[in-house]
């Protein structure tokens, strides 16, 4: 079953329950595929690696969203957005454990050949592709520049 098929039975089963906080986050990436799905060339079709872009980047931007409302210390908004990430979250792969990342940082900092710093993009480019989905960019960033400077 395909992602987008899995959120809309998910959100029928939400209706039937009458569960506002887990419809108002469906709805929310509901949103997203079809506005995906209507761009040109999508010819009204998304990928699940498109899919699963489309559910970091909902993550993300609610994460930037709830750090702006603890700083303006706004907590009814920051619950709302507490839960639309836990939400979004239950579709995404198992992220990596930090452990688990830096041991496959390793071994394409091995398997790349790099030494210092400067091959930082070479690392990232490839980590990028074989991590996407199971760990946050900037978490990858920061290992690999911890690895490489050690």
Excluded: H, W
Aim: net charge positive; charged share 30%; aromatic share 2%.
């Amino acid at each position: 079953m395909q992602l987008e098929e899995k959120i809309m039975a998910e959100m029928k089963e939400a209706m039937k329950a009458k569960n506002e906080v887990l419809l108002r986050g469906l709805r929310a990436i509901k949103a997203e595929i079809i506005k995906a799905k209507t761009e040109p060339g999508a010819n009204g079709q998304i990928s699940d690696e498109t899919a699963v872009k489309l559910l970091q980047k909902l993550v993300k931007q609610r994460k930037d969203s709830l750090a702006i409302y603890q700083q303006q210390n706004r907590p009814d908004l920051a619950i709302k957005e507490e839960e639309e990430i836990a939400v979004i979250e239950k579709f995404l792969p198992q992220q990596l454990s930090p452990e688990a990342l830096k041991a496959a940082l390793q071994a394409i900092i091995a398997a790349t050949g790099a030494v210092s710093s400067a091959d930082l993009g070479k690392v990232m480019g490839v980590a990028s592709k074989q991590l996407a989905g199971q760990a946050d960019g900037k978490a990858i960033a920061a290992c690999v520049k911890e690895l490489l400077s050690a």
